[in-house]
C-alpha cells in the first residue's frame, strides 16, 4: 500500500483544473487550426483563472462558428446567426456587462455577410474578445473563397482570387477597437500570450488569427496553409504577458522591449523585433499593415494597442449592477411619477 | 385633393342650416414644414379644454419641407374619434392643393382662404372667408423671416372668432405649447389676437358650425400612441433599448429616451438602462435578442421595412425561445411603400416571421391608454413565454394625438418567467433547458453569469434536443416543434382576451382590431341609426386567437372583418384556426388608401354586402 497521497491536479488561482475549461468533443475536422485556437483559449481562461461560469461564448455561422461547443462547457454559449454574432454580443453586454464576452466568428462569417455588423462593433469599442479564425475559405460548404483570400491566392479547384482581400485588423485599427492583434493558430506561444493580454483589456479587442483550413485550403498555391503562414509570418515583437497576480516578476530591458499596463494591472512586454515599431500609434499601425500585404508577409503580433480610451459602457455610464438583474423597485418608477407625467399632458 | 376619396355633395344645396354644435371637422391644408403644427395643436387643445371631444390627424408626405400636408381636427359630442370621411370647414393655406382641396367638400361646407387665392370664384355652395395674411402679418411682426411660422397663428385667432371658442382658452393653449419659450408665444399671441379681430370687425358668420362647453373631457389627457408606448415600457421596467431610425416609430424611442433620462437615472448619476442607435433593423433586434438571453427586459421599435430584416432574427427567437419585445408602429407597404401613411399591413407577415414553422404572439393595440398598458403586458408574456413578442400599433395610433383617461399605474408585478438561480439550481441537482417540466410547453431558463458549474446551456439556432445539445434526430426535431406548437397554446390562455363590445344574440357580428375600433364604434350607430342592421362587436387585442373569438364566430351568421390592408390578413389568420364549416360566415371590410379608416366607409362597405 502506498502511503503518500495520490497527487492532486493542478489548479489555478480559483481552484479549478483545466479540465474545468473543456468543451465537448470536437466535430471539425484534424489537424483544423480551429481546434488548436480552441486549445489556446482553454489554456489561456484556466493560467487567468477566469470562472467559466462568468463568460459568454458567442458565435455565428460556419465552421469556426461550431468551435465554441468545444470549449468550456461551463460557460454559456449563443451559436446565433450567419455574421450577426455582434449584435448579439452586444446585447448580452448590456444586459450584464459583468460577464467575460468572447465572440467566435470566422472570415466569411466577418468579412463577407458580417461585415456591417462587425465595423460597427469596432467602433464602439465594446468590451468584448473577438476571434476571427479565419482560413480564406468556406469550410461548411465546401471550400469556396471569402473576402479575407489574398489576391492570386488558388482554390484546390485551380480557381484564383481575382478580388483584394479585406484586412480585418487595418479595419478594426481605423475604426476604433482598441486592442488589435494577428496571429497564428500554429504559434502556440504567441497566440496564448495574446489572448491572455486580451483578458486584461477592457475594450474591443480583435485578434484574426490565421488558421488553416485542413480540408479545403491547406495545398500549394494557398496564401492561408500552414506551410505559407509559417513561410511567411513575420513577428512584430516577442510577446510576453505578466499577469497582475503573478507575484514575480522578471525585469526587462525598456531599450528593447515595450512594456505596457493593462487594465487589470497587468503587464504587456513586447520584446521589439522590429525596432521602430510603436503599436500605440494608429496610422504607423495601419501603414505597416498595408505594407505587409505588398511584402508577401503575414505579419503577427499586437498590432494596435490603446488602454486611454472609453469603452461603450463607460460612454453609457450604466449603473454598477447588471441590468439584467435590476429589481422592480429599480427599474418600474413610482406612481407619483405617473401622475406627473400625466399632469403634463392634460 | 389627397386625402378624401370623393365628394359627398348632400341634399342641402346651398341651404341654410340649423347650428351644428360640437360635431364637424376641421382641415389644415398647408405645407410642410412651415410650422403649422403648432398652430393645428393649439387648436386641438383649445377645442379639449373646452371639455368637446376632439382628435387630430396628421396627413403628411414623406418630406422634410415643401410638398402638401393635411390636418384634420374633428370635434364631436358623441365621442367619435375616427376620421370624419367628409370635411366641414377648410382651412385652405396651400396654394397648391386649395382648388382641389375646395373643389373636393361637400355642399354646405365653410373655406377660409388667404385672400390671393380667390377661391370664392369656384362654387357658390360653400361659405368663404377670406383672409389677408399678409396684411395682418406685418402688422404683428415686424421680422419677415418669423412671417411665415406667425400666420398660421392667424387663422387660429380666425377660426376662434369663427367658432365661437374662448379666447383665454387658445392662450391657455397657446403657452403650454410654447411653454418655455415666452417671447415665441407672444408673438403667436398676438398673431392670434390679431386674427380674432380681424374676424370679429371684417367677416359675418354664415356658417353653422360652433363649439359650445361641454364637460367630456376633465381630467383627461393628450397624447400621442408612440409616446405612450414609451411610457409604457418605462414602466414596464425596460432596461436595454434598440433602434434604427424608420417612420413612424422613431419618435417611440426618442420620446422614451427623454423620459428614462428623466425618471430612470439614479441618484448616483448612472444610468438604470442602456439605449443603443443600432446600425441597421438587424442589428437592433440581434441586441434584443442577446440582452434577453442574457435576462433583460428589452425591446426594439419599428416599421414594416425593419420588420422585413429582422426575419431572420425573428425565428432564431422563436427557436431558442428569448424573450423580446418588438414594436411595429405600421406604415403603407410593400417595400418603401407610402412612410407616413397608415395600415395595418403586417399582420400576417409578422404573425409567421421567419423560414420554417414559426409562430409569434401579437398584441393589438387600439388606444394611447393601451399603448401604455400592453406594454407591460408583452414585458410579462415575453418572459413567461420565452419567445419574442411583437406589438402591432400603426401610425395613426404612434403619430397622431389622442385624448385619453388617465393612464393607470401597472399593478401587477412584473412576471419575470421561468428563470433559475444558482440556490435552485443547486436543490434541484441540474435541468434540462427545453424539458416541459410542467405540461406548458415552457422549459426553465439560466442566464449567463449564474454561479453555477451547472447553469450553462448551449443556446443555438441549429436542432437541438432537450437539454440544449446539437442534434439532427428526427424524433428530437419533431419533439421540440411539437411542444412549440404546444408553447403556442399556452399563449392563447394568457394574451389579452378580446373585447366584447357588445353580443346581443345579432346575426351580424363585427370583428376589427387596433385603430379600426374607433370607427367600428361609430359605424355600430350608423347602421343601427340610419339602416336598422342591428350588429354585435368583438374587438381583438391580441393573436393568437381566444375561445372567445371562436365562441363569437360560431354564434353569428355573418361576420365582417375590418383589415386596413388589401388581403384581409386577420381574416386569413382566422381562417386557420375556425372550423371550415364557418369560414364561410367571414366577410371582409378592408381599408387601405393610407389613411385613416372611417366609419362611412365601413357602414357603406357592410349594408352593400348586407345587400341594404
Redesign the interface.
Known sequence: MATTAAPQPKTNRIGLTVL?YRGGKTTLCAGCGHNAISERIIDAFYEMGV????V?K?SGIGCSSKSP?YFM?????????HG?M???????????A??VALGVSGDGDTASIGI??FV?LMRRNLPMIYIIEDNGVYGLTKGQFSATADLGSKLKTGVINDLPPIDTCALAIMLGATFVGRSFSGDKRQLQHMLKAALAHRGTVMLDVISPCTTFNDHEGSTKSYKFVKDHEEPLHDLNFVPHFNEIDVDYDPGTCLNVTMHDGSSLRLRKLEEDYDPTNKTEAVKRVMESHDADEVLTGVLYLNTTAPNFIDM?????Q?????P?S????S?A??DE??EA?? | MATTEFAVHGAEHGAVRGPVVNDFSIQVATVNGSGSQSANTVLLRTIFQMGVPVSGKNMFPSNIAGLPTWYTIRASKKGYIARKKEIDFLVAMNPETAREDTMSLASGAAVLYDEPLKLNELRSDVTFYTVPYDKICAAVCSESKLRKLVKNMIYVGVMAQLLKLDMAEVEKALRKQFAKKVKAADLNWNAAKAGYDYAASSLTKADPFTVERMNKTT?????DGNAAAA?GC???????V?WYPITPSSSLVETLID?MKE??V?D???????I?Q???E?????????????????MTATAGPGISLMA??AG?GYY?EIPGVIWDIQRVGPSTGLPTRTAQGDIEFVAKLSHGDTRHPMLLPCSVAECFSMASDAFDLTEQLQTPVFVMSDLDLGMNNWMSE??Q??EK??NRGKVLTAEELERAGGFARYKDVDGDGVGYR????????Q????????GHNENSG?SERPDDYANNMDRLAHKFETARTLIPKPEIVCNDGNEVGIIAYGTSHHAVVETLDQLQGEYGVKADYLRLRAYPFTSETHDFVAAHKRIYMIDQNRDAQMLQLLKLDIAIEEIRKLRSVRHYNGLPIDARSITDDITTQEGK
Not at chain 2, 418605462?234 to 436595454?240: D, E, I, L, Q
Request: aromatic share 10%; charged share 15%.
Open positions: 474545468d470562472a467559466p461560469e462568468r459568454i458567442v461547443a462547457g461551463r460557460s454559456h454559449s449563443f451559436n446565433s446567426v450577426r455582434p449584435s448579439v454580443t452586444t446585447g448580452a453586454v448590456l444586459a450584464n459583468k460577464i456591417g455588423q460597427h453609457i455610464n450604466m449603473t454598477d447588471p441590468l439584467a438583474t435590476l422592480e429599480v427599474t418600474r418608477p406612481r411619477v405617473l407625467c400625466m399632458l392634460r | 381630467g383627461m389627457i393628450i397624447i411610457l418605462m414602466f414596464a421596467g425596460v432596461t436595454v434598440t423620459y425618471y430612470r439614479g448616483d448619476g448612472k444610468a438604470t438602462f442602456a443603443v443600432a446600425e441597421d438587424l442589428a437592433a433586434i440581434g441586441m434584443v435578442l442577446g440582452a434577453g438571453w442574457a435576462g433583460a427586459r428589452s431572420e432574427f432564431l431558442v388617465p393612464f399605474y401597472p408585478p412584473q439560466t442566464l449567463p453569469g449564474t454561479d453555477h458549474p447553469a450553462a446551456w448551449f443556446a443555438r439556432g441549429s446539437y
